[in-house]
DNA sequence: CGCACCGTTGAGCAAGTTCAATCCAAGTGG
DNA sequence: CCACTTGGATTGAACTTGCTCAACGGTGCG
């Protein structure tokens, strides 16, 4: 459904079907904004690897993601890519200064998300503080985030990287200790700073050392005492 | 003035000259908090490498800069240290998710700063969906400068990180292209995710390459166009 | 089946780090 | 006032981590 056509033929379709979906108990009214009765988000799918927003695009909409993984990053000239934020269910994305996208959204897996109207969310935070306390707080989270990305990419090793990144990804998914990755290599790489090569031997290094097991490729297993003494602080 | 005293006991004693500085003119009521009438700042003053505050601490203050320069960091227990920004004139930090600093700020050079109390401005916030906004715009601006300098430490090599921070500092100095840097190599070195080593051989290369011109250490005269060229995008 | 993509592994290389020496300017104490 | 110390900066030489280039196996799909 829907990836053929625009957010923005999405959104007209969806209007007639708002009171059904404002209804209390159908799952779209938690969370941020949940306070908001002019704020209804349109249901909208994404197919894998499918283009989201693109850098210095306008920036009309904002998602949440509802299933499946979104990634944000910035490309170099020269195909360098730094991927700044892996989004997963729950997650809001695709705020930014100005009125344009400064990084490039796409669809990790199939995903379907809710989009909003940006500038009703905006002139809903002229007007109500709450709202405004709400963006403000979701982009100081977002800013914690980016800084503690900073000092991984700074100051840590190979090892250090892919340890903190997966007792990350683990806790965004329960806790439990095994998962199923939902990004490639290539993306894992572009996220903590390295090449996808190294990616893959840290894995193994990792798994010799009995810190985690890996099977089919993208399934996990952690030993998570022994990842987090790789991190160390 | 201060350094020896508390920002708390300075804020007592400069109570009763609240009055005097509240007056228009005063140059304590210019940009974010202008319009909140309550939020004045108490001037105060740091020592060359002083802390200002510590990781782990209560955040109890905002600051914003008057003269001088500031930089925030995070350290790892062995010692390894990411700065995440350097504040120069007017540019306020402090501001934390929670209650904690979760870095920490030392001045580095003597420095004088505005203090406020965050408490206040937090409750503000709650009131004034403008105040709320202007928290919200300021947190965005740094998350884009979070995520900049997140591109510049996963993907950029040690010429291009230093001459994308040149430009970027000769820009916070006016653009004038001569200036004397604020920080030590050290400083230099832990923002950008490099060793003081790197840092002066790549400035010495950049001078070769006549992209710059270095006097007494911390002059620099930056040839901007080719410093440009060197961080191309 | 054949192709494309993903992941893994090996060998050699390069960028940046580590260790060490030296220089210089600015205190500091005799 | 000068010897001595201290901290910042630069440079050289050896080393290490992670990168590049290359080959190969598995899996899914047209």
Redesign the interface.
């Known amino acids: 459904m829907g990836t053929k056509s625009t957010p923005r033929s999405a959104l007209a379709a969806a209007r007639s079907r708002a009171l059904l979906r404002s209804l209390p108990g159908s799952g779209h009214r938690t969370g941020l904004f949940a306070n908001c009765p002019d704020l209804i988000g349109t249901p909208f799918s994404y197919a894998r690897e499918e283009e989201i927003y693109g850098e210095g695009e306008e920036a009309e909409f904002v998602y949440r993601v509802v299933e499946g993984a979104v990634r944000t990053h910035?490309v170099?000239?020269?195909g360098?890519?730094?991927i700044?934020g892996f989004h997963l269910a729950d997650s809001l994305f695709g705020?930014?200064?100005g009125d344009v996208h400064?990084?490039t959204a796409e669809a990790l897996s199939d995903t379907r998300v809710l989009i909003f109207q940006r500038r009703p969310i905006e002139r809903a935070?002229?007007?109500?503080?709450?709202?405004?306390?709400q963006?403000?707080?979701m982009?100081?989270?977002?800013?914690?985030d980016?800084?503690d990305?900073?000092?991984l990419?700074?100051?840590?090793s190979a090892q250090e990287r892919l340890a903190a990144f997966l007792i990350e990804v683990d806790g965004r998914f329960g806790g439990t200790g095994t998962f199923a990755l939902p990004m490639t290599r290539r993306d894992i790489a572009?996220y903590?700073?390295l090449t996808i090569e190294t990616v893959s031997r840290t894995f193994s290094q990792l798994e010799e050392d009995g810190a985690l097991r890996r099977a089919n490729g993208r399934q996990v297993t952690l030993h998570r005492a022994r990842l987090r003494h790789v991190v160390?602080?």
Request: aromatic share 6%; proline share 0%; charged share 30%.
């Open positions: 910035k170099l000239s020269d360098r890519r730094q700044t705020f930014e200064q400064w990084h935070a002229t007007r109500s503080a709450e709202v405004a306390c963006l403000w707080s982009a100081t989270a977002n800013l914690r980016a800084q990305l900073t000092l990419l700074g100051r840590r572009d903590l700073g160390e602080d």
